[in-house]
């Protein structure tokens, strides 16, 4: 699924005061937070991210993993929080996306 910048700056309104549902450390992406992830992602759709891992470099291709194992789209990441968005559900929140 690819976003336009529109959509994008919505979804980066929305997340604004969202806190960090999923926390990443020094395991990494262990079958457990997959799993973990998968669910919290399917509830609720745009949630963030906290990645308390290494280098810059690490914290991009642990996102991408993510994004790539779920099919959900990097919507923003700042430092080491991502906002990431999946639309699963017809009632979705997210209508004009």
Known sequence: MNLTEEQ???LRGLG?????VIIVGAGGLSDSLLEE?????AH????KVKLNVGDRDERDRMI???CEHSHAVLVQRVGNIA??????????KFPAL
């Open 37 to 41: 992830f998968d669910r919290s992602l």
């Open 64 to 66: 991408a993993a993510l």
């Open 8 to 10: 994008k700056k919505k």
């Open 16 to 20: 604004h005061a969202l806190k960090p």
């Open 83 to 92: 906002l990431l968005f999946l639309r699963k559900r017809k009632d979705s």
């Open 44 to 47: 609720h759709e745009l949630m």
